[in-house]
């Protein structure tokens, strides 16, 4: 059995991860209901993959406390190259990366971010599931969940769940 590559976000609900300042303070205005599900998902989780820029703001924001322990955590990056205590940081592309993990056992492999690295993902076909929680916001402008793509990507609503002012929708790939 393979094991699925997810995409598991918040976005306002015109369409941006972060305003224009990599900012996510508007999210966390939203009124929520617990962890809004995401303690639950963690746990279906044992592979993270992240882009460099998403790596170092986390890094900074969590002031250098990892966030993501006891997980096999990849950074893609084109300058940096080998391990720290958390994370491989490596140059390989998404496809060949996603291949050799999924010949392996354990549970979902999950794509934090950034942006760029989302649009990689997507273009390539490589995620299985989507799932989008929905915050009551709209930004006007900043970083776009979804940039033009030259793929068509067709979803099935796997189903949709309410956290307080959140909507969760969940997909899966055709």
């Given amino acids: 059995m393979s094991r699925n590559v ?17 900012s996510l303070d508007w999210l966390f205005r939203v009124e929520g209901e617990g962890d809004n599900g995401y303690g639950a998902f963690y746990e279906t989780v044992d592979t993270i993959l992240l882009g460099r820029r998403t790596y170092d703001w986390i890094m900074e924001a969590e002031q250098g406390r990892f966030p993501y322990t006891g997980k096999e955590c990849y950074v893609f990056s084109r300058t940096r190259q ?12 998404a496809a060949s990366l996603v291949a050799q993990l999924q010949q392996q056992d354990g549970g979902r492999i999950w794509v934090v971010g950034g942006g760029d690295l989302l649009q990689d993902f997507l ?52």
């Fill in 82 to 93: 080998g391990r720290n205590e958390h994370v491989t940081f490596t140059d390989r592309d």
């Fill in 6 to 22: 997810v995409l598991y976000i918040a976005a306002s609900l015109d369409g941006y991860i972060a305003d224009p300042e990599d």
């Fill in 123 to 174: 273009r390539e076909q490589l995620v299985d599931e989507l799932i989008l929680t929905v915050a009551p916001v709209l930004l006007g402008k900043g970083i776009p969940l979804f940039q033009q793509m030259d793929v068509q990507t067709e979803l099935l609503l796997q189903g949709t769940r309410r956290f307080g002012q959140f909507v969760e929708l969940h997909y899966t790939r055709k």
